[in-house]
């Protein structure tokens, strides 16, 4: 929402462009060519994310540094900067009790990192079960995923979020209006605790959207579920929401 950021592989630096408030530079004024985001080096991993809330469209970007640990800086009304505060943020913060990160990917609002043992954790918004922690409740500091010990990768939608398991697996937990969670028919009722999506194995590249996500096996095939009001699924001419993967029709 309202932005992009780049993290340059050579040193690790992390720029930013696109409206002011959300670069990371401390400032409110925007920029259309790349801005440096102060206070970032060494960075190895970086995700860029936003959402609508209430009617308000948010934003916020994350990086993780060398040492594991990660910032955020931007929207943090429901605590996706992970800082112990819901106050918005024009330059990064440093995401409480948080070590040994690997990867960060950031929803609506709301984010999660794997960490170096295979663990995962979330923070921010949670009406919906999207920090897996087998609550709706918003946290403003990172809470560990419930029952997954062997991630390989993360995604986060807007209101859901999915991992990718070291054996090929994926497991879903929060919004499932739309069949994002995989499990084989829509709920109106979130789901806080990750379960695994129907009829994936070999999974070996994972991104979540909006309300829907989308994985690549080994039999190399790309399958989506989830919301498909604009045939975001990528199925054909039926734009039909998915609870259950379906095969692109490349």
């Given at each position: 929402?309202?932005?992009?950021?780049?993290?340059?592989?050579?040193?690790?630096?992390?720029?930013?462009?696109?409206?002011?408030?959300?670069?990371?530079?401390?400032?409110?004024?925007?920029?259309?060519?790349?801005?440096?985001?102060?206070?970032?080096?060494?960075?190895?991993?970086?995700?860029?994310?936003?959402g609508?809330?209430?009617?308000?469209?948010?934003?916020?970007?994350?990086?993780?540094?060398?040492?594991?640990?990660?910032?955020?800086?931007?929207?943090?009304?429901?605590?996706?900067?992970?800082?112990?505060?819901?106050?918005?943020r024009?330059?990064?913060?440093?995401v409480?009790?948080?070590?040994?990160?690997?990867?960060?990917?950031?929803?609506?609002?709301?984010?999660?990192?794997?960490?170096?043992?295979?663990?995962?954790?979330?923070w921010?918004?949670?009406?919906?079960?999207?920090?897996?922690?087998?609550?709706?409740?918003?946290r403003?500091?990172?809470?560990?995923v419930?029952?997954?010990?062997?991630?390989?990768?993360?995604?986060?939608?807007?209101?859901?979020?999915?991992?990718?398991?070291?054996?090929?697996?994926?497991?879903?937990?929060?919004?499932?209006?739309?069949?994002?969670?995989?499990?084989?028919a829509?709920?109106?009722?979130?789901?806080?605790?990750?379960?695994?999506?129907?009829?994936?194995?070999?999974?070996?590249?994972?991104?979540?959207?909006?309300?829907?996500?989308c994985?690549?096996?080994?039999?190399?095939?790309?399958?989506?579920?989830?919301?498909?009001?604009?045939?975001?699924?990528?199925?054909?001419?039926?734009?039909?929401?998915?609870?259950?993967?379906t095969?692109?029709?490349?």
């Open positions: 929402m309202y932005h992009s950021c780049a993290r340059l592989g050579d040193t690790g630096r992390v720029l930013c462009w696109g409206r002011g408030g959300y670069l990371g530079d401390g400032t409110i004024s925007g920029s259309s060519t790349p801005r440096e985001v102060p206070g970032i080096s060494a960075a190895t991993w970086l995700a860029v994310g936003g609508e809330s209430f009617g308000t469209n948010l934003a916020a970007s994350c990086a993780i540094l060398q040492d594991g640990s990660a910032r955020c800086w931007g929207d943090n009304g429901q605590g996706q900067l992970g800082d112990g505060t819901n106050a918005v024009r330059s990064p913060v440093t409480m009790g948080l070590s040994g990160a690997i990867e960060i990917t950031v929803g609506g609002a709301h984010a999660c990192a794997l960490l170096n043992d295979g663990t995962a954790r979330c921010g918004a949670n009406g919906n079960g999207q920090l897996g922690d087998g609550t709706r409740i918003e403003l500091t990172p809470v560990p419930m029952g997954l010990s062997t991630v390989a990768h993360l995604s986060a939608g807007e209101r859901h979020t999915c991992a990718e398991l070291l054996d090929g697996t994926v497991m879903c937990w929060g919004e499932d209006s739309s069949g994002e969670l995989g499990r084989g829509t709920s109106p009722m979130p789901s806080p605790r990750p379960a695994l999506v129907s009829g994936l194995v070999g999974v070996s590249a994972l991104g979540a959207s909006s309300q829907s996500t994985a690549y096996s080994a039999d190399r095939v790309t399958r989506c579920w989830g919301n498909n009001q604009y045939g975001q699924l990528g199925i054909g001419a039926d734009t039909t929401s998915r609870p259950v993967p095969a692109v029709a490349w």
